[in-house]
């Protein structure tokens, strides 16, 4: 099964299809997970999203 999430992009300057390559085990917000852009492959330590935000985006 392969996660995804549409996530701001550094090298394409746009958000695109992000493939979430690592995931720590306890998965809160603060701990950062790895992702890969589909678009461009780039790949970044980013935080999680907040739970309570997710309508925001």
């Known amino acids: ?7 701001w ?3 394409c300057f746009t958000k695109t299809k992000q493939e ?7 998965a809160t917000y603060k701990r ?3 992702y890969k852009c589909t ?3 780039q790949t970044s330590w980013l ?3 907040r ?6 985006y």
């Open 1 to 7: 099964m392969e996660e995804a999430e549409y996530r």
């Open 47 to 49: 935080q999680g999203r």
């Open 32 to 34: 950062r997970r790895q």
């Open 39 to 41: 678009e461009c492959g």
């Open 51 to 56: 739970p309570s935000a997710e309508s925001v």
């Open 20 to 26: 979430i390559i690592f995931m720590p085990n306890m």
């Open 9 to 11: 992009c550094k090298k």
